[in-house]
């Protein structure tokens, strides 16, 4: 009991002055976006490309997250989806992806999944690490990380006994500054978006 609350303790020390609430656990193979990760991750492990799709289905998250006009060609139900499928697998030649992860995107296309091929790269991401046995720490800032910060970051980890874990970050120009570390369940907020929140609240009551 100690020791668990020890390890408590040095995990909200991660960020400064952050807040914990529960989340949903990152992946579950029975759900929809699961099952096709499932699907996924076992044909490129049986084609001996895990490690290639894996990077690519990474790359083309950061590609969704970067681009409105791609995102609003998955996420727009009112094109025809012979249109949204040619639109989508052009812009995967011309980045280069390979043809198990094209071929993958065709599928989920044609099964008009195309809305949740978001989702679907991200519960491949945490099949993934759920088959590694690793723990992630998802980050995000509303700047990227500088080399510094993404140390200190990683040794404020090691010091709540994260040793072995796997950094993803994402930008988030919403939060303001400061960051977001979710580890598990566990999410630890000291954005300066929700410190003026809390901010804003304390004002309000001594008003």
């Given amino acids: 009991m100690e020791c668990r609350r020890a390890q408590k303790e040095r995990t909200k020390r991660v960020v400064a002055s952050g807040v914990t609430t529960a989340q ?28 290639a799709v894996l990077d690519e289905g990474a790359a083309l998250v950061r590609l969704i997250d970067e681009s409105a006009p791609l995102r609003t060609v998955l996420e727009d139900r009112r094109l025809d989806i012979l249109v949204s499928r040619k639109a989508v697998l052009a812009v995967l030649e011309a980045q280069g992806f390979g043809q198990t992860l094209r071929n993958f995107v ?33 980050v995000a800032s509303a700047y990227p990380l500088t080399p510094e910060q993404r140390a200190q970051v990683q040794a404020r980890l090691a ?8 950094i993803r970050e994402r930008v988030d120009s919403s939060l303001l500054g400061g960051l977001v570390v979710r ?25």
Avoid: C
């Fill in 159 to 166: 010091e709540a006994g994260y040793s072995r874990i796997n």
């Fill in 24 to 51: 949903p656990v990152a992946f579950a193979s029975n759900g929809l976006e699961g099952r096709y990760a499932t699907a996924l991750y076992d044909l490129a492990a049986e084609q001996r490309q895990l490690d």
């Fill in 106 to 138: 065709g599928v989920v296309a044609d099964n008009r999944r195309l809305p949740v091929l978001r989702r679907i790269l991200a519960a491949l991401d945490a099949l993934a690490v759920s088959r590694r046995g690793e723990v992630v720490a998802e």
């Fill in 183 to 207: 580890v598990g369940a566990k999410l630890y907020d000291a954005s300066l978006k929700t410190r003026l929140f809390r901010l804003h609240y304390a004002m309000k009551g001594a008003a």
